[in-house]
Structure formats: C-alpha cells, structure tokens
C-alpha cells in the first residue's frame, strides 16, 4: 500500500510545453519482506527481501473529470533481490518503461496499464495505483474522513483483490522540497483474497492488512511525497494432491520523494 499497501494530483511542471500539462520526477524506494512458514509440511520458515529504488517522471494533463496520467521509467536500482531473480534483465526491461492512467478529482487511479514488457517483480503497476491519498477538497488542519476502494492486481498466473479502508487526518503544514505541505496521515486496513499458480499447484489467497502512511501536497493539492508501512498476514492454501495451508507474513514500507 502507500499501503498493501500506496498513489493524487502532482506538483507544478518544472517547465511545462503545454497548457494544462505538468511533469514531476520522484525518487521511489520500495521495501518487501516475506517469510512463508512452511513447517507444517516440513519445509520450516523461509524468506526474502526485496528493495528497489526507481526513479520515475509523471506526466498529468487536464481531461474530463481529472487528468491523464503518463509514468516513465527513468531507472531502477535494484538493492536487494530474492535468489533467481534476473536482476539485470528486469533491470534492463524497466528502464523507459511507460505507464498510462487516470487520476480524477479526488486522486483516484484508475485505468494503470503497462505499454510494454511485464515488470511484476518490480510491483510498479500497484504502487501507481496505491501512490496518491485521497483528499477531500476544501480539508483544513484537524478533519477527518474515511475512503474505501477495491482493487484487483494480476500476481504470477492468478488475480487478488483487496477491500481497503482508509481514515484520513489532516495535520499540521510542514515544508517539504522548500515548498508549503499539508500532512495527511492516514491508518489503512485491507481484507485480501484471490488465488495464484505456485510450483505445487493452484493456491488460494487470504487475510488481512494493517498500515500507516503519511502524504504530503503543495498549493493546488500537488503530491509532494510520502512514506507508508504496512503488515499484512495471510493463508496461502496449495491445492495440489496434499493440501496444505502456509503463514505468510509480508512486510512492505514505501518512500517518495519528488526531485526538484
């Protein structure tokens, strides 16, 4: 996310071409944990860290309703990938990489496509659809409120999908890349399920999620960054010629920082 985490309405162009049309850089750091106890069919407890840093350029133009989006992938850091990853291929796949979608006026994203090659290693598609909060307009310090969504993701030969809900407050302004920022904080909570191909046959997928995320936005509501944790514990149940069902706990933290 920022949580399961997750991505609203971005900064100023730097020099935009076209009216209506800006285009930001921002610094993504993106942490994955997993440990799957596999005890119960003797295979004790295993896990992996995944760390990234991408560097990304998003381009948002005025449409009907809110703007179109456009990601470009300028490069990826790869910190730490789980053995039998192939770090330079996906590596070398993910740079100028090109995402599409729509941000309306509330800082939904809908409609996240990848134009070329599946970088799924990487979670970029899920991260731009979790990336924004979204804000009520007019929100001043001290207000809450609540949003839920749903959303489906394609993970390894399956789908999953997740019910989330999001409580929202505003905090006090900081400074944030030498700008004015309103802080939203906000506690996230996600109830998963679907299913995935897995090396011992079909798996179904459930359980919940717990996280925390902080956002920030400049005049005229621009996405100037923001962190996110989140927990989330699941039962994974392979469906193969002995059933078993395994523990899985996913740890994910989230970073983003617009470059000025």
């Known amino acids: 996310m920022l949580p399961t985490t997750t991505i609203s309405l971005l900064l100023a162009a730097l020099a935009p071409h076209v009216a209506g049309t ?26 992996f860290v995944v760390k990234t840093t991408s560097f990304i350029a998003v381009t948002l133009t005025d449409s009907a309703g809110g703007k179109s989006m456009k990601v470009v992938v300028d490069s990826v850091r790869a910190d730490s990938l789980p053995p039998g990853m192939p770090i330079d291929s996906l590596i070398k796949k993910a740079k100028g ?12 994203v809908s409609d996240v496509k990848n134009a070329g090659e599946s970088l799924q290693g990487l979670q970029l598609e899920s991260l731009l659809r979790d990336m924004f909060p979204r804000a009520r307009k ?14 489906n993701s394609k993970i390894g ?35 998963i399920a679907g299913s995935q191909a897995t090396p011992g046959g079909s798996a179904d997928i459930e359980g919940t999620s717990a996280g925390i995320a902080s956002y920030f936005l400049g005049p005229n509501s621009e996405f100037l960054g923001g962190t996110s944790n989140s927990t989330s514990n699941l039962s994974v149940t392979i469906l193969g010629a002995q059933t078993a069902t395994l523990p899985v706990v996913l740890k994910q933290t989230v970073d983003i920082k617009v470059l000025r």
């Open 138 to 151: 007019g929100f001043k310090t001290g207000d809450t409120w609540t949003d839920t969504t749903t959303s």
């Open 22 to 47: 800006t285009t930001t850089r921002y610094q993504v750091t993106q942490r994955m944990e997993q440990e799957v106890d596999a005890s119960g069919v003797g295979g004790g407890k295993q896990g």
């Open 157 to 191: 030969g399956g789908e999953l999908s997740a019910r989330t809900i999001t409580t929202y407050k505003a905090g006090a302004n900081e400074t944030v890349a030498g700008m004015k920022a309103a802080r939203l904080d906000a506690n996230i909570t996600s109830v």
């Open 97 to 108: 990489a090109t995402f599409t979608g729509f941000v309306d006026a509330t800082g939904k």
